[in-house]
């Protein structure tokens, strides 16, 4: 079993921040791609960004000037960097880990982003 632990979500006022934080535990072996992905209400799931064991990153091009994705692999953790949020960021974020081409999803962790 692979347990996601996402922290870190709340309420933001526009043009603030927030850092997200991942963490996986239990029977892993090796955690290939991890990553963060974020569904509206009412709108499907989304890229948000990926980063890959060695550190290569891709993000969606709409938050690649305000989103940064990093990962410690000794302790399993992915975190998410949000700058100058936006009303349009409101979503639940899900954490995402690939191992031995298996995915494992994390149960979300709200982000709000209002005055």
């Known amino acids: 079993q692979v347990q996601l632990v996402e922290s870190g979500g709340g309420l933001v006022q526009p043009g603030g921040s927030l850092r997200l934080s991942c963490a996986a535990s239990?029977?892993?072996?090796?955690?290939?791609?991890m990553g963060w992905y974020r569904q509206a209400p009412g709108k499907e799931r989304e890229l948000v960004a990926t980063i890959t064991r060695h550190g290569s990153t891709n993000y969606a091009d709409s938050r690649k000037d305000r989103f940064a994705i990093s990962r410690d692999n000794a302790k399993n953790t992915v975190y998410l960097q949000m700058n100058s949020l936006k009303p349009e960021d409101t979503a639940v974020y899900y954490c995402?880990?690939?191992?031995?081409?298996?995915?494992?999803w994390g149960q979300g962790t709200q982000v709000t982003v209002s005055s």
């Open positions: 995402r880990c690939t191992i031995r081409g298996l995915p494992y």
């Open positions: 239990g029977s892993i072996f090796s955690i290939n791609s």
